[in-house]
């Protein structure tokens, strides 16, 4: 089991970065996808979500209405696009996969990428 993010990297706050995460070793479009945030010294935060057919989505309240959370079954690839970033939008970002099935919960979380969000 893979979950691999690319996309991060160094942008002036107004910019825009989109973030992927491709996923293999399970069955992806069983599973709702999450992106999540972390700076150093703080608690993971959940940044948006989005159900295994994609049909429905979840911000923070800290990023609604500048990112945008997608995903493509047949490339096993969940997306996150960041517009208008802000400073406080430096972390490092993680995509994680979720399933319960037959009461058993299956969680996957990937390495993470830095985003750097600074003029």
């Known amino acids: 089991v893979q979950l691999v993010e690319s996309g991060g990297g160094l942008v002036q706050p107004g910019g825009s970065l989109r973030l992927s995460c491709a996923a293999s070793?399970?069955?992806?479009?069983?599973?709702?996808m999450r992106w999540y945030r972390q700076v150093p010294g703080k608690e993971r935060e959940l940044v948006a979500t989005i159900t295994s057919a994609g049909g429905s989505t979840n911000y923070a309240d800290s990023v609604k209405g500048r990112f945008t959370i997608s995903r493509d079954n047949a490339k096993n690839t969940v997306y996150l696009q960041m517009n208008s970033l802000k400073p406080e939008d430096t972390a490092v970002y993680y995509c994680?996969?979720?399933?319960?099935?037959?009461?058993?919960?299956?969680?996957?979380w990937g390495q993470g990428t830095q985003v750097t969000v600074s003029s």
């Open positions: 070793g399970f069955t992806f479009s069983s599973y709702g």
């Open positions: 994680h996969a979720r399933r319960v099935w037959q009461s058993v919960q299956y969680d996957y």
